[in-house]
């Protein structure tokens, strides 16, 4: 499956983001028609913008962020776009264009096009390649103006997002009514090469973390947390996205409540995008089958190419993929048992919402762990690809040489339900 371009979203700095509402289920496309709706991103570098979709106008105020989560500048963007094609994707041409100079001068002001896919009232992403500024993805969700005032605690499941990152996915508890302070374990794999099964490693340092309160405007909280400043939205509708500097990455969370289960998959059809390290972003549709077993078999087309044929399973199901394999989730790493996540969810496999993908190429080593959670009837997944990377490779957060050698994020996705 391309498992180094898989498949669609994440970024490298997330933002936290959503939603009062989302496309309601029942019969048609999710992806149908456009909304008239505000939706706040990150993108796979680190920068939060806010997108305004009417009818076939896009407004944008895009926030270019350093690696210390100040803002350098700031684009605003207006462009027209055109009808969507086959894979829901529509091309936007850039009408006018300024930047407000922040912590730097501006740089020539966007010109050209962009894609965009909306999953109308829901979700929406941004591939700005053709734009003449650096090739990023937004992804994000409708925006809600009065999230400051929702009383976010529960547990969420997140995916860490962002290329070349070696923290993969974990879970986040808020216990009071704001995010000043948390609760929060983070996983990922390491392995000796490409071909080893990996082992999981807790790279959590502390569990609890304490967040310095600056403020909370139009529903979008910012918080600093050892000298870097973050972007949050988090609504008590369930989904949490945390919008971290550049080049650290970022996540999408979402509250266990809301997690999808295999049989959510069942029969139904996605729309989505790959954003690669090594390759350029690709449109993609996913048709999922029926249940076999603790399995659910489905094919993955790319524009212009032949369907690919992959499964998808729980963490607790026995993968057939080899050389290398999936660690076992059933067993907690580290000293993660110690911690209180722990106390009511073991391990990986009690994690809520988390699946994985098998049946890959015997030539492929990369290996797929995705988040999905149901919104307004429909199911929406994002997930990230690992590979082995060593110093022969660059990282692309960094544009160094990765060191130390191990398994980093090679690549985010996004599917929505269509």
């Known amino acids: ?46 920068d939060y913008a806010e997108w305004t979709l009417s009818g076939s106008t896009l407004n944008a105020t895009w926030q270019v962020i350093n690696n210390t989560g100040q803002t350098d500048y700031t684009f605003s963007i207006t462009a027209n776009c055109a009808a969507a094609d086959a894979f829901n994707l529509r091309t936007c041409t850039i009408s006018t264009s300024s930047c407000t100079a922040g912590l730097l001068a501006c740089p020539t002001d966007p010109t050209g096009t962009l894609q965009i896919m909306e999953a109308p009232g829901v979700a929406l992403f ?7 500024v650096s090739e990023q993805l937004h992804v994000g969700f409708v925006k809600n103006n009065n999230a400051c005032a929702d009383d976010i605690s529960g547990d969420y499941t997140f995916i860490r997002t962002g290329l070349g990152v070696n923290e993969n996915f974990g879970m986040y508890r808020i216990s009071a009514l704001d995010e000043l302070n948390i609760l ?25 973390e304490s967040f310095t309160d600056d403020g909370c405007v139009n529903g979008v909280r910012s918080r600093t947390i050892s000298g870097n ?8 509708s369930g989904l949490f996205v945390m919008d971290l500097p550049a080049g650290q990455g970022g996540l999408l969370s979402f509250k266990t409540s809301n997690a999808a289960s295999l049989v ?13 390290d090594n390759a ?27 369907p690919q044929s992959l499964d998808i399973m729980g963490l607790a199901a026995t993968a057939t993929t080899s050389g290398p394999g999936y660690p076992d989730f059933g067993v907690a790493p580290g000293t993660y048992g110690t911690f209180t996540l722990a106390i009511d969810y ?10 994985k993908f098998d049946g890959f190429d015997v030539s492929d080593s990369g290996r797929v762990i995705m988040a999905a959670m149901k919104s307004g009837g ?24 990765f060191n130390p050698a191990g398994l980093y994020n090679t690549g985010n996705f996004i599917i929505f339900e269509e």
């Open 280 to 306: 350029p972003p690709e449109a993609l549709r996913a048709v999922f089958g029926a249940p076999t077993s603790n399995r659910i078999d489905f094919n993955v087309t790319f524009p212009g190419s032949a």
């Open 1 to 46: 499956m391309k498992m180094n371009s898989v498949i669609v979203f994440l970024f490298g700095g997330a933002l936290l983001v959503l939603l009062g509402s989302c496309g309601g289920g029942g019969g048609g496309s999710a992806l149908s028609g456009s909304s008239n709706s505000t939706y706040a991103t990150t993108s796979t570098r680190g």
């Open 126 to 132: 941004v591939n700005t390649d053709p734009m003449g």
């Open 264 to 276: 959510d998959f069942a029969g139904r059809s996605f729309t989505g995008i790959s954003f690669p």
């Open 346 to 355: 073991p391990t990986l496999e009690d994690i809520p919402g988390l699946f």
């Open 378 to 401: 429909k199911v929406i997944g994002v997930g990230m690809v690992y590979n082995y990377r060593d110093s022969g490779d660059t990282n692309p957060s960094t544009g160094a040489p």
């Open 184 to 208: 929060h374990s983070d996983f990922g794999f390491d392995a000796p090469d490409s071909v080893t099964t990996p082992s999981i490693i807790y790279r959590t340092g502390t569990e609890s």
């Open 229 to 236: 400043s973050l972007r949050l939205m988090v609504t008590s």
